[in-house]
T-cell receptor
Framework: LAKTTQPISMDSYEGQEVNITCSHN???????ITWYQQFPSQGPRFIIQ???TKVTNEVASLFIPADRKSSTLSLPRVSLSDTAVYYC??????????FGTGTKLQVIP | EAQVTQNPRYLITVTGKKLTVTCSQN?????MSWYRQDPGLGLRQIYY???????DKGDVPEGYKVSRKEKRNFPLILESPSPNQTSLYFC??????????????FGPGTRLLVL
């Protein structure tokens, strides 16, 4: 599994767009990029997954540049309920999985 | 309702007393996994199973055992618990192990305290 690097924490005001970037310089050809969200004392929850370019769902967007060495999770107009830890995972087959320490997002009223 | 269940949710035990944390999923998923989560260390994988009777070590397998005799169940066994196994444990499952099917569904967690 490719090693990922994310900021440890971020703060944002309510209503703003938040972008969290993940670096994965040694991503392999078959690897996908997946983001999870975790609230305190709960298990992580799948947010979005992509392979290249842009993916959008009802919760977030995922931007992946052509070289795929990084990716950006975009959360539109965050609310207090988006305060959580966000994990970036990169892999082509989730046998052994490494979550890392994630990015702690704090949304401020 | 599709879900992953874990029991017990909370457990206090003493050093050396064998315990089992059960995990069950009702989604017919092939892949199941156990994680522990500790402050500042994120989620670390203990063991995973690709299918019935197929298990393998994750990053932190020492002191744990697992078995996968049925597709829906994946119990975590601590033969001789020690205080450094005090943690929050999560079980997870996914349809398969390769994208796009590897999205994992997590259980509610088991908080274990070993005295």
């Amino acid at each position: 599994l490719a090693k990922t690097t994310q900021p440890i924490s971020m703060d944002s005001y309510e209503g703003q767009e938040v972008n969290i970037t993940c670096s994965h310089n040694n991503i392999a050809t078959n690897d996908y990029i997946t983001w999870y969200q975790q609230f305190p004392s709960q298990g992580p929850r799948f947010i979005i997954q992509g392979y290249k370019t842009k993916v959008t769902n009802e919760v977030a967007s995922l931007f992946i540049p052509a070289d795929r060495k990084s990716s950006t999770l975009s959360l539109p107009r965050v609310s207090l309920s988006d305060t959580a830890v966000y994990y970036c995972l990169v892999g082509g087959g989730y046998q052994k999985v490494t979550f890392g320490t994630g990015t702690k997002l704090q949304v401020i009223p | 309702e599709a879900q992953v269940t874990q029991n017990p949710r909370y457990l206090i035990t003493v050093t050396g007393k064998k315990l089992t944390v059960t995990c069950s999923q009702n989604m017919n998923h092939e892949y199941m996994s156990w994680y522990r989560q500790d402050p500042g260390l994120g989620l670390r994988q203990i063991y995973y199973s690709m299918n019935v009777e197929v298990t393998d070590k994750g990053d932190v397998p020492e002191g744990y055992k697992v078995s996968r005799k049925e597709k829906r169940n994946f119990p975590l066994i601590l033969e001789s618990p020690s205080p450094n196994q005090t943690s929050l444990y999560f079980c997870a499952s996914s349809l398969g192990s390769r994208p796009p099917h590897e999205t994992q569904y997590f259980g509610p967690g088991t908080r274990l305290l070993v005295l």
